[in-house]
Structure formats: structure tokens, C-alpha cells
């Protein structure tokens, strides 16, 4: 456990987080989702805990419990939900962590009744993009607030992660490479840590939970420049 006085410690600090999928409903019983099994978020939300910050978990639908002792967590499906509910509290926290795999698209209109699949035509679902919740927070960021933001990607990484650090506003983004070996629902992970002072962390394979701590010593790493 850490104390006020330890090294790492986030006591007196508020930290939101994102986590799981979300889910953009085509009608009453479909949705358009993704493999996001949350536990990243989690347990970045648990290292917080840990560390005594008071910490606002934004879940998705996921699999895994939603309820944890000292984190308040609010529940949400779509992505406007965890817009909304993002913007509702980063204000008043010192470090925002946004772990979610958000959906990039979502049908343009949700229809009412279940779509049948009776009739010659198949329907075409017109999608339109979703809002962007970690840029939207990176344009209204104060110099105090820390902003990280994951990327996922398959290639063209290192370009790929910087484009994000910079078009975001991000103070650091985390690269999950799926290259690596990594799969949807592991328990282990293997990132790398770009900052906006220009750095570059690589990290070894471990367990999420050990990736946790490893962003969190990160960010206070830099936390003098942060003013946390
Ligand atoms: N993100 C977000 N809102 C969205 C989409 C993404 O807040 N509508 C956040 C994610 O939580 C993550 C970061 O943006 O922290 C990068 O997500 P990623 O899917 O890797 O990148 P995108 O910007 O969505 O671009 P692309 O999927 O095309 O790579
Ligand atoms: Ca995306």
C-alpha cells in the first residue's frame, strides 16, 4: 500500500478512466462493438486506488464485474454515454487515463423496431463517426490536467502513435502493438510509452497489472513538468 509520504503515491489526486467497448445499437437487440475485455482500464483504475487517488471508472459493457470497492464506477453503453459522462467529470480530476476502445462509427440512425429479414432487399446501415472523446478532452485541457491515451495498432506504429499524441492534445500515449503477440482478453501486455516531451518507453511483456503501475510510475516521472 502507499502512503502520503511514499514515492508514487497519488493521494489527494483524481483520476478518471476509461474502460471496456462500447456498444452503438443498430435496433433494439443488435449493436455494432468490439473485443475490448476492459481489463486494461481496470486495472489501471485499481493501480490508482491502490496508490490513494479518488478514482471515476467510465466501463463499457463488459464481462468482467462493474462494481469495485473504493472506485466509483459509471456504467455506460455508447459512446455519446461516455462522452457525456467523460465530460461530466474532468474538470474537477488532475489525470485523465482513457483506456476504452470506443467505437469509431455508429449507425447514423437507431431504428425502433427490430429490422426483419423478410423482403428482397438487404438493408445497408449508414454509419456516421462518433465523437472522439480523448481529443474532445485534450481541446479543453488545463497545463495541470495529464492526459494519456492508448493506440492500437497493427503497423506503421511509431507514426501512427505520434500522430495521435499530437492531433490529440495527449500528454502520453500508450502503443499496444498488436504485432506483439498480444491478444483481445490477455491478461498480459506489451506497451510502449510516448510522451509529449518527445520520449520514447519501451516496456517487456507482463501483466496488465504490472503495466499499470509502470504508466502510473511514468506519468509522475514527469511530474514535475505535470505540476501534480
Ligand atoms: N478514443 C476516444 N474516442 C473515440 C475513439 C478513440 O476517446 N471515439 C481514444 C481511445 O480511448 C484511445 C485513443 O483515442 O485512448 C486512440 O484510440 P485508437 O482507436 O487507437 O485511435 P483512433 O483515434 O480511434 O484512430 P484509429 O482507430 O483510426 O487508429
Ligand atoms: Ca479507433
Not at 469509431?104 to 425502433?112: A, G, R
Not at 506504429?157 to 495527449?170: F, G, P, S, W
Request: proline share 3%; glycine share 6%.
Amino acid at each position: 500500500s502507499y502512503f502520503k509520504t511514499e514515492a508514487g503515491s497519488l493521494a489527494g489526486k483524481k483520476v478518471l478512466v476509461t474502460a471496456g467497448p462500447t456498444h452503438e445499437a443498430i435496433d433494439p437487440v443488435r449493436f455494432i462493438g468490439n473485443h475490448s475485455s476492459g481489463k486494461m482500464g481496470i486495472a489501471l483504475a485499481k493501480e490508482c486506488r491502490n496508490r490513494g487517488a479518488e478514482v471515476i471508472l467510465v466501463l463499457g459493457p463488459v464481462a468482467l464485474p462493474a462494481e469495485y470497492a473504493g472506485i466509483t464506477v459509471v456504467k455506460v453503453t455508447s459512446s455519446d454515454e461516455m462522452y457525456q459522462a467523460c465530460h461530466d467529470h474532468f474538470e474537477k480530476v488532475d489525470i485523465a487515463l482513457m483506456a476504452a476502445a470506443v467505437a469509431d462509427y455508429k449507425p447514423e440512425t437507431v431504428s425502433e423496431q427490430k429490422i426483419k429479414k423478410a423482403g428482397e432487399t438487404t438493408p445497408e446501415l449508414k454509419l456516421v463517426k462518433t465523437k472522439d472523446i480523448l481529443k474532445s478532452l485534450g481541446a479543453i485541457k488545463s497545463e495541470s490536467q495529464v492526459l494519456l491515451g492508448f493506440a492500437l495498432e497493427t503497423n506503421n506504429e511509431k507514426v501512427n502513435a505520434l500522430e495521435k499524441l499530437k492531433t490529440k492534445n495527449a500528454d502520453f500515449i500508450v502503443l499496444n502493438s498488436l504485432n506483439d503477440g498480444v491478444t483481445f482478453g490477455s491478461d498480459v501486455n506489451k506497451v510502449t510509452i510516448f510522451t509529449k516531451w518527445g520520449t520514447e518507453i519501451p516496456f517487456d511483456s507482463k501483466s496488465k497489472t504490472a503495466v499499470a503501475s509502470d504508466i502510473i510510475n511514468t506519468i509522475i516521472d514527469h511530474s514535475k513538468t505535470l505540476s501534480i
